[in-house]
């Protein structure tokens, strides 16, 4: 992509900034929406998910701003807190994307120990019990249990964790690429001389 003039740096850095604030308000009301029918019962994920999204909205927004009134404080602080948000963004994609089967498994073991609420609407969700092994003598919220006839949730997440880390890695790198360049267009953006302004004033 090749972007020389400041009209077309500045129209570019706008639009990227303007799919950030969509991304960030798809994913509020994602999070908010599951909240609201009960697909989601725990409010750390929810409220993670809501808090992710609220911080990219007001990092867009300060980019956005930053673009259009070529400020140049507001731009320095978008391009630092952008790029910090690409380096971990791209080390959790690869991460997704290099963890292996037992890597896979003790993670979401931890994260089925951490989490009670999370436990039920997984097994409601996957209609499964228990992580590793059934106990009929303790309650599941799982349309199989009085029937006793429930699988292990680690079965049937483990399932699907293959595909979901991959697709989630690969989102992730191709938003962690479009950050870099949103790093590049500001650093040159905020170096061009506005054609408007007055040609003997600072940059």
Known sequence: MV???????????CALNILYVM????????????????????FQVVGGVIGVGVFLFFVALVGLIGAMRHHQVLLFFYMIILFMVFVV???????????????????????????????????????????SSVDYNETCDAPCF???SCATCAAKIQEHAGEV????????????????LGVWLTYRYRNQKDPRANPSAFL
């Open 165 to 180: 880390l991959r697709f989630v890695g690969g989102i992730g790198l191709f938003f962690s690429f479009t950050e870099i």
């Open 23 to 42: 991304v960030s308000l798809l994913m509020i009301g994602i999070a908010a929406w599951g909240k609201w029918f009960g697909l989601v019962s725990s």
């Open 89 to 131: 963004q791209f080390s959790v994609s690869c991460a997704c994307l290099a963890i292996n089967k037992d890597q896979q498994s003790h993670l979401l073991e931890v994260g089925w120990n951490n989490s009670q609420i999370t436990q039920k609407d997984v097994e409601k969700t996957l209609n499964c019990c228990g992580f």
């Open 146 to 148: 009085p029937n006793h």
């Open 3 to 13: 972007c020389g003039g400041f009209t077309c740096s500045k129209n570019s850095l």
